[in-house]
């Protein structure tokens, strides 16, 4: 093929069997799904998913997706396994093999321990009367007999069924869990998901002597070397007792400016803002984002349940997290 016209034809041809593929899945769904899904819940261990070549990339990527979804999983290689990796497979686990054909030789070779120890084996093939499909306690048909390669040789709707029926497997196993946004946070901390779910204003925000503050009383030109050299853009105000009665920013000065105030004779409380908002360490850093911008203020102070300072932040603190 010359002509883009003909990349783009071979692009559609492709698609659309692959898509006939997928569709059909539907009419293999039966009792062995059922059966399937239901070890996998009742698994003590671990689902261990194995497959040779493409199968073998597809099971990887199945595994991740039942561990990242409240199902513990991992992959392991058949042809290892024969070589030392079977001391992996525990009887508490449950064992998911991928062939295409059923007769893939490193796995049909490692048939005979999975009944010794009485591992409970589920098959994911295209050939119900295949060695494997037959040893399964539960096969799961993929129904493909002609790939969307014209010469019917590399696979490409045989391992796009087999990815889709492994989502099937993961959402229908979530879904069962009750498995929760939570849930799916703590095993992707490091994903914005993590973050807005897991972080805690107590995870982000400046403590001890990073935290800004004066007493009632401070002339408001020594308070603002107070701001300056703690780069919050803010200070508390405190009473004696050391609880928070105030909060001094940037808008403050501005507004303290526009008024000619003095800035070495003026009390900071005559130009603070009284009764400020104030927040907890232990609340969601992404609950700190929506109260900051639903009263429109850029910095936070957090308190204790003396209403001392234990804490203060920015909204450039929760960028740099990645809250935002």
């Given amino acids: 093929m010359t002509k883009q016209a003909d990349f783009l034809a071979s692009a559609r041809r492709t698609i659309q069997l692959e898509a006939e593929a997928v569709q059909e899945l539907e009419n293999h769904l039966d009792g062995d799904f059922q059966r399937a899904c239901e070890l996998m819940s009742q698994c003590k261990g671990r ?13 990887r990527k199945i595994a991740a997706t039942l561990a990242s979804t409240g199902t513990p999983a991992f992959f392991v290689h058949p042809g290892e396994a024969s070589h030392g990796d079977l001391g992996m497979f525990t009887r508490d686990d449950v064992v998911l093999a991928l062939s295409n054909s ?26 119900p009367d295949s060695n494997l499909s037959r040893a399964a306690d539960a096969n799961l048909h993929i129904g493909v007999e002609k790939e969307a390669c014209p010469l019917n040789l590399a696979p490409t709707s045989s391992t796009t069924t087999q990815l889709v029926l492994g989502d099937a497997l993961a959402i229908a196993l979530l879904e069962a869990k009750g498995f929760s946004e939570e849930d799916f946070a703590f095993s992707h901390p490091g994903g914005s998901l993590g973050r807005r779910l897991l972080l805690k204003v107590e995870n982000v925000m400046h403590t001890g002597a990073d935290v800004p503050s004066v007493k009632a009383g401070t002339l ?9 050299q703690k780069r919050l853009g803010m200070t508390a105000v405190l009473d004696d007792d050391g609880a928070v009665i105030g909060i001094f920013t940037d808008g403050d000065l501005r507004r303290a400016l526009d008024q000619d105030v003095n800035l070495k004779s ?8 009284a009764n400020c908002t104030t927040i907890k360490a232990d609340i969601l850093a992404a609950e700190c984002l929506q109260i900051m911008e639903s009263k429109k203020i850029n910095a936070l102070l957090v308190v204790d349940d003396a209403n001392k ?3 203060a932040l920015n909204m450039h603190d929760l960028l740099k997290a990645g809250v935002l």
Wanted: proline content about 7%.
């Fill in 220 to 228: 408001l030109y020594d308070a603002l070397f107070e701001v300056t």
């Fill in 309 to 311: 300072p234990v804490g």
């Fill in 102 to 127: 059923g007769e893939t030789s490193e796995i049909v070779t490692i048939l005979p321990l999975f009944k010794r120890i009485n591992i409970p084996l589920i098959s994911m093939t295209a050939k």
């Fill in 47 to 59: 689902i261990i998913v194995t497959g040779m070549g493409k199968s073998g990339h597809i099971g």
């Fill in 266 to 273: 003026t009390p900071i409380e005559q130009v603070m803002t």
